[in-house]
């Protein structure tokens, strides 16, 4: 089993950024990817970004591409997503992700989940 705690979000004006976290803990020799997704209010939860997490090859959500930066560190057993150029379209819960086996968009792919972080930016 991987346990997983996310923590990092907060208000944000838009422009702004903040860096949200997620420590593994648990079985994490087994990790094989972890993701970020999303989940605003009565929308779908959505996929962000996904790192594989020995290589570190990462894919991003074209909505979040050139703002979001993914990246891990293995000694930490930790995730980060960087947020940078905030829009208020960026505002939902934030959820991370550990796979064993899977690494891509689907949500279903992802057997462990943490509780998530509410990340708010005002416009």
């Known amino acids: 089993q991987v346990q997983l705690v996310e923590s990092g979000g907060g208000l944000v004006q838009a422009g702004g950024s903040l860096r949200l976290s997620c420590a593994a803990s648990?079985?994490?020799?087994?990790?094989?990817?972890m993701g970020w997704f999303r989940q605003a209010p009565g929308k779908e939860r959505e996929f962000v970004a996904t790192?594989?997490?020995?290589?570190?090859?990462?894919y991003y959500a074209d909505s979040v591409k050139g703002r979001f930066t993914i990246s891990r560190d293995n000694a930490k057993n930790t995730m980060y997503l960087q947020m940078n150029s905030l829009k208020p379209e960026d505002t939902a819960i934030y959820y991370c992700?550990?796979?064993?086996?899977?690494?891509?968009?689907?949500?279903?792919?992802?057997?462990?989940w943490g509780q998530g972080t509410q990340v708010t930016v005002s416009s």
């Open positions: 992700a550990a796979s064993n086996d899977y690494y891509g968009i689907g949500k279903s792919g992802y057997g462990y």
């Open positions: 648990g079985r994490t020799s087994s990790i094989y990817a």
């Open positions: 790192i594989k997490w020995s290589a570190g090859t990462t």
